[in-house]
Every structure is written in C-alpha cells, then in structure tokens.
C-alpha cells in the first residue's frame, strides 16, 4: 500500500499534459511487445543475426584499417558502414527504435525507425567510397549524397504516414532512386571509357548497391509499412539479408578483389622494375 501511496503522490507532482507527453515520448522510444506475441520473437532472431553479422564485419574492417599504414579511407568507410549497423540492429534487438504505428483500419503494425535512420547514415557512406573510386567531382558526388538521403528520407517519412500518403511518400522515393541510379551508372560510364583501372570491379559494385537499393522499396511495400502481403519475420529476414550483402558483401569485394588485386599490380609492377 505505501509503495501505491508513493507512487500516486509522485504522479500527483506533475501536470496531466506533462505526463501524457512523458508517455507519449516512451511509446515512441520504446517498443513493448507482448509475451505471447511469437512474430516479434521470432523477429528478434533475424535481428541478432543482423547484429552478429554487422559486429563480425566491424571487426574485420577495423583490423584492415589499422593494418593499413597509408589510403585507409575505403577500410575506415566499410568499419563506420558496419559498426553503425550493428548498433541499429542492437538497438532494434533489445526494443528501441522500433514503434507501434495504428494503420488506418486500427490495425497495429511495427515500424522499425532505427533501421531508417541507420540507412541515412550509412548508404552516403557507400555511395562515397563509388564516388571516390570513379574520381567524381566534387558536384556530382554532393548531387548523388543528397538524392540518397532524399530517398531514404522519404521512405522514412512513409513509414509514419497512413494512406494514401504513405504511398505519396513512396512514390517520391523512388522518383528520387531514378534519380539516384543514372548519376552513379553515368559515374560508372564515365568511368569505363576513361579507362579506370576500377572499372571491372566498379560494375559489380554498383550493381551491388542498385539491386538492394531497389529491394528495400520493394520490401517496404510488401511488408508492414505497406500492404503487409508478407510476415513480419519474412520482411525482418529480408532486410537482414540485403543489408549484409550491400554492406558486409560490399565492403569485403571492394576491398579484395578491387583495391586488393590493385595493389598487388603495383606492388608486382615495382618488383619488376627493380629487376
């Protein structure tokens, strides 16, 4: 009885408005799923995997790096791309950034925000390392960051919106994807026919990244921000799963069979000139 008492004179400490913003802030830091709610579980599965996925890839980038004495710009892009992801997907793990949005037929679905938000972050980051890779000016890769985060901006904004603005939103995203993919397939042209010693390697980089940017739109009609045709754990798995290629995948290609069979032509080319 006291501990009731106690509690109900701090509640009395504080305005109605205050508390029920308080409370509005923790739904939408928290995500409170149910005990027998076996999606959600199942769910948090496919998120660990995520998160192991990212956390080994971190590591590893992070060992390139500091291996490296000198041009470890494209170790220390792939560690940020990793470590931010692996800290989103933790976060999404152990229940933040990840809310409850009531559709508009008072149907509950999750939002994953931290997933959004880790996307911001980090497909600039990748999009980056093509730019340098392709000796783009400085005008064309402000022009391709900024539509990759008009992109993911839209969808993110989608996911908070109900019908039919949520598909306006959509819409906008992949307006601004069109956009996106001829600027880095013009890069890659470019790149080609001046020669690039990249451009080999360049080709299944950015197809890499284009073929995921184009499922995560895809997959975000399908699933709960969307038209929910599939389960929540097929929409976790699949993002998981795309993640790990266009980052871990990505990263690691990038790193050995572009930058690494570079190196190993020059180093080869110093040899024989020592000869």
């Known amino acids: 009885m006291s501990s009731l008492t106690n509690a109900g004179s701090m509640q009395g400490d504080y305005e109605p408005a205050e508390i029920e913003i308080a409370m509005s802030m923790a739904t939408m830091m928290f995500m409170v799923a149910d005990d027998d709610d076996v999606d959600w579980e199942n769910t948090k599965h496919f998120l660990l995997i ?22 470890k710009l494209h170790e220390t892009l792939m560690f940020l791309v990793a470590v931010t992801s692996a800290a989103a997907y933790y976060l999404m793990w152990s229940g933040f950034g990840v809310v409850k949005k009531t559709d508009s037929a008072g149907k509950e679905r999750l939002v994953f925000f931290a997933h959004f938000i880790e996307r911001l972050l980090t497909t600039p980051l990748l999009l980056y390392s093509i730019c340098d890779l392709t000796n783009a000016a400085k005008g064309e890769t402000v022009m391709i960051l900024g539509l990759d985060m008009l992109m993911v901006a839209s969808s993110t904004i989608g996911a908070t919106q109900l019908r039919p603005w949520k598909w306006f939103w959509w819409t906008v995203g992949i ?69 790990l290629v266009s980052k871990i995948v990505f990263g690691l290609y990038l790193l050995f069979a572009v930058l690494g069979s570079e190196e190993q032509d020059s180093e080869g080319a110093e040899k024989t000139s020592l000869v």
Do not use: C, R
């Not at 060992?63 to 490296?68: R, T």
């Open 50 to 71: 995520g998160f192991l996925g990212m956390f080994v890839g971190a590591i590893v980038f992070y060992y390139l790096s500091m291996n490296k004495k000198e041009k």
């Open 175 to 243: 307006a601004f994807f069109v956009l996106l993919a001829l600027q880095v397939w013009s890069l890659y042209s470019k790149a080609k026919e001046s020669g690039n010693s990249y451009a080999a390697g360049l080709q299944v980089l950015v197809m890499i990244l284009l073929v995921s940017f184009i499922v995560y739109p895809t997959v975000w009609v399908l699933g709960e921000e969307g038209l929910q045709a599939i389960s929540i754990n097929m929409e976790s798995g699949l993002y998981v799963l795309v993640d």
